[in-house]
């Protein structure tokens, strides 16, 4: 992932060059704020002792408090951590939301842990990073490989380090820590209601239209179910095993598929289907393409093979820039990871918000909170697409560059 940052800095580039930005704004934004590494010392079951490298980037707070999500992975580097804390500086501006952006990142495989080392990988972030996190300073939150309970450590980790309560410190923790109602499927839940949005524009049906899904974590498992509980055609899904695909014109049953990953701990070879690998199931003949697993996924070598029409960003950065000019000359409508998967970090505001309040909302009342701010999100940038004649990302950037410029200049 050694490009991510240059792709990042590179789309704001683009969108520098379709609005006016202050010098001084868009030199700050082309730099973290913070950037703070870790060495995580962890006595593994075995009585070893093996140290991990941990990065927590503070991009940008002018808006405030920094926000974004932890990453346990084996190639996770500070360039991509700082990527992904743009991104989300970014994405909480097209969103609208009062939070900042900012990312962190272990280098682990957490594959290789058993439950009580990843407690202890858990335990010891939060306790590194704890003068430097809060629920007024940085809000982490789930990412790839982190889910509810390793926020729920982080969180009581946290809260032994301060020495009072601070449910507000991480968000999508479980229910029964402070946790929101619809945290877990929001994510998909966001970028289902913009996909709604988008073939209400360009005139498609739910039940007239295939998608393929790369990636089957908390985002893309969640999105299949949507989708399919919507009536689309769930053509193929994947994971980092590899994929699987129905026979033609046939849907997935996306609860088989689910068993089966939970059994064998992967999607290949649930019943019914047939083997693809997860390159040839970005290029099938569908209508959707979710990327919703990491980066760099649509690139110059593969663009030009990409048959969908419409491809909507769950990952975090899945398409770089090169790709975005081919798929743009070719007509293919890329809804932005900054735009596409802000659901997760809305419905992760909505639990700052009830935590700080102490009071909490039905799964209705979230995702009648979220629509708006999903469908509000997708005009603003759908309308500066018309009267920039840009494609959608740089309408992201554009919309939220104004954002973060005027919280900025506010400021003095
Ligand atoms: N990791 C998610 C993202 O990339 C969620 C971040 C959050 O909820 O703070 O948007």
Known sequence: MAHAFNNALEQLATAAHYTEIHQAVLARLQKPERVIQ?????????????????????????????????????????????????????????????????????????????????????????????????????????????????????????????????????????????????????????????????????????NNTSVAIQGFGNAGMHMAQLLETAGYRIAAVSDSGGGVAAADNASLVVADVIQHKNKTGSVVAAPSTTDISSEELLELPVDVLVPAALENQITDTNADRIKASIILELANGPTTPQADVVLHKKGVIVVPDVLANAGGVTVSYFEWVQNQHGYYWSEAEVLDRLLPIMVDAFSDVWNITKTDGVNMRTAAFVLAVSRLEAAMQSRG
């Open 38 to 206: 870790h060495s995580l010392p962890i006595v593994m079951d075995d009585g070893t002792t093996q140290v991990f490298d941990a990065y927590r980037v503070q991009y940008n707070n002018a808006r405030g408090p920094f926000k974004g999500g932890v990453r346990f992975h084996q190639n996770v580097d500070l360039n991509e951590v700082k990527a992904l804390s743009f991104w989300m500086a970014i994405k909480t501006a097209v969103v609208n939301i009062p939070l900042g952006g900012g990312k962190g990142g272990v280098v682990v495989d957490p594959k290789q842990l058993s439950r009580a080392e990843l407690e202890r990988v858990s335990r010891a972030y939060a306790r590194a990073f704890a003068p430097y996190i809060g629920p007024m300073q940085d809000v982490p939150a789930p990412d790839v490989n982190t889910n509810a309970q390793v926020m729920a450590w982080m969180m009581d980790e946290y809260e032994q380090v301060v020495g009072h309560s601070a449910p507000g410190v991480v968000t999508g923790k479980p229910l029964e820590l402070g946790g929101s109602e619809g945290r877990g499927a929001a994510t998909a839940q966001g970028g289902f209601y913009v996909l709604q949005e988008l073939l209400q524009h360009v005139g498609k049906q739910a």
